[in-house]
Each structure stands twice: as C-alpha cells, then as structure tokens.
C-alpha cells in the first residue's frame, strides 16, 4: 500500500477487525510510541499483546466502534509522510448514555517497497478520557 488513504483505510479496518491484518502489515519491525509519559521502542508483536488486552478492556466498556473521522497528511520527503488524524470512538456502557469521544493521532509512515509502515505514532490517550469520565479507576 503506497497509498496514504488505502493504508490508513487498512488501519481502521485492523481496529475493527484485528484478526485480519497482521500488525507487521502495517508498522515498521520497530517502530516508536509516544505517550504522555514518554517515547519507546516497540515492535508489532509487542504492540499485538498490548492491543489484545485494551480491546477486551474497551468492549466491556461498551466501545461499539473506531472510525476515522479526518485525515491530513504531509510528505516530509520521498520516503516519508507524516499524517494528522481524528478517530471518532463510539461506546454504549451498559446502563448508560451513549456517547462519542474524539481523538487526534499523528503518525509518520516509512514508504517502504513493501509499503507504507508506521514508524512512529502518538495517538490520543482514550485511557484518560475515560478515567475522567469515571468509566475507569
């Protein structure tokens, strides 16, 4: 996928579906997340028994869906490209109101002859926004 769109249509698609795009379709074989508390080294296998454990956490939450709701991208090169997103989450709590929350996500992504890969990425953290909204403790 040398397609900004199509790569990240793929993304969103591996969100809803995880079994079906294997994550070293879609990362570097290392690659960097940044968070509040800081950036580190991941490799896809360890970002796939991180995600395994936040979507059980998210669906008993009641997160019914992840889309994307926006995208800009930015060549910064030939081999890479930087893309600003907004990920719309929708959740259904159990015994209470639905709701959305909207979130930002930068990724840089390596233009590869495999592909575009994600070399490093910061999304929102949905984590927090949840603890404030007292979903989580």
């Known amino acids: 996928m ?5 790569f990240l249509s793929a993304f969103e698609h591996r969100t809803e579906s995880p079994n079906e795009i ?8 290392t690659f960097m997340v940044a968070s509040a508390d800081g950036v580190r080294a991941v490799t896809p296998e ?3 028994a991180v ?3 936040r979507k059980v956490l998210f ?6 869906s992840t889309t994307l709701a926006s ?3 930015r060549n910064i ?7 600003t997103t907004e990920w719309r989450w929708h959740f259904e709590p159990e015994g209470g109101a639905a709701f959305d929350i909207t979130l930002p996500a930068t990724h840089i992504l390596h233009r590869s002859p495999e592909g575009l890969r994600i070399v490093f990425y ?15 403790s």
């Open 22 to 29: 294997p994550y070293a379709m879609l990362y570097a074989p």
């Open 51 to 53: 995600a395994s454990k």
């Open 122 to 136: 910061r999304s929102g953290d949905v984590v927090q926004v949840l603890k404030e909204r007292g979903l989580i």
């Open 59 to 64: 669906e008993q939450l009641g997160r019914r």
């Open 2 to 6: 040398q397609n900004v769109q199509e």
């Open 46 to 48: 360890q970002l796939a």
């Open 71 to 73: 995208v800009e991208e």
């Open 77 to 83: 090169d030939a081999h890479y490209v930087m893309t």
